[in-house]
């Protein structure tokens, strides 16, 4: 078994989660201007960072409210899990809605992606463009997001026997402490790298725009419905965590899309430079 005890708490109040995260965010925001100065996105500069700086706040309110949704359901279904402290029913402690914990992957995801898209809208850039110029970023960065995740003891998974266990002794984690449970965090950091380097192969190769982000999507979606099964969590719907739900609506919508695209032969890279 492997032991982690190292302090979630980066400086001051500070969790290594939170510094992560922004690092993450930093990383998908210094990808999508280094492909710009590369010459491979025809994207102007300035408007990934308006975009950044609608797509992080939107980000952060989708994320709370799936947070805040998932725990009034659960609250309002299995009643002993608020006793426990596994859930909070923000029903009737609506002023924790305003903490500064609860933040989902999906939620971030998805609250950027609809603030961006509306931003799209009025500065008449193509957000499907954008959005697969965007796609190996996003992945890349939850993979950095996830090593917070590692260090702070959140989203770790089901109790394991495994050699490659985890064990948490930091009393400040967020897992339970000196039991062994499934390293889900590393498990996807290393899924995430490897869809990280199939976005960016399908670079150029397959069409229409937004097809890469749609990709991006299904592969996470797939991985979430499969690796919360060893992941704790609070059930939401059918058993399933709300992740799971959410991500066979996505599978439900993005899988139909993909069958209508078609693969391109690959362009030159100086041909994929000049777009």
Not at 71 to 83: G, H, M, Q, R, W
Not at 85 to 90: A, F
Not at 133 to 159: D, F
Request: a positive charge; aromatic letters at 12%.
């Amino acid at each position: 078994m492997i032991d982690i005890g190292i302090s979630p708490v980066a400086f001051l109040t500070v969790r290594w989660y939170g510094v992560m995260i922004a690092l993450g965010v930093a990383a998908l925001v210094l990808w999508m201007l280094w492909r710009i100065r590369r010459g491979a996105a025809k994207i102007p500069a300035d408007t990934v960072i308006m975009a950044a700086t609608v797509g992080i706040p939107s980000g952060i309110v989708i994320s709370k409210l799936l947070h805040v949704v998932d725990n009034i359901v659960a609250a309002k279904l299995y009643p002993e899990l608020v006793t426990a402290g596994s859930v909070i029913d923000y029903t009737q402690e609506p002023g924790l809605i305003f903490n500064g914990g609860g933040l989902s992957a999906y939620g971030a995801v998805l609250g950027a992606a609809l603030g961006i898209w509306v931003y799209s809208r009025f500065s008449r850039f193509q957000f499907g463009y954008f959005a697969d110029v965007a796609a190996p970023g996003i992945i890349l960065a939850q993979a950095i997001g996830r090593v917070g995740c590692t260090v702070n003891g959140c989203c770790y998974g089901v109790p394991t026997t495994l050699p490659w266990g985890v064990i948490y002794t930091h009393p400040e984690s967020y897992a339970p402490l000196w039991i062994a449970v499934h390293p889900t965090q590393v498990y996807e950091i290393f899924y995430n790298l490897i869809v990280f380097g199939i976005l960016v192969m399908l670079r150029g190769r397959l069409k229409p725009d937004g097809s890469v982000f749609l990709v991006y999507l299904s592969l996470y979606a797939l991985w979430r419905v499969g690796i919360d099964f060893l992941r704790e969590g609070t059930p939401f719907l059918f058993g399933l965590h709300q992740a799971q739900v959410v991500s066979l609506i996505i599978l439900a919508i993005t899988l139909p899309l993909l069958v209508r695209t078609r693969w391109v032969k690959a362009r030159p890279v100086a041909q994929l430079a000049e777009e």
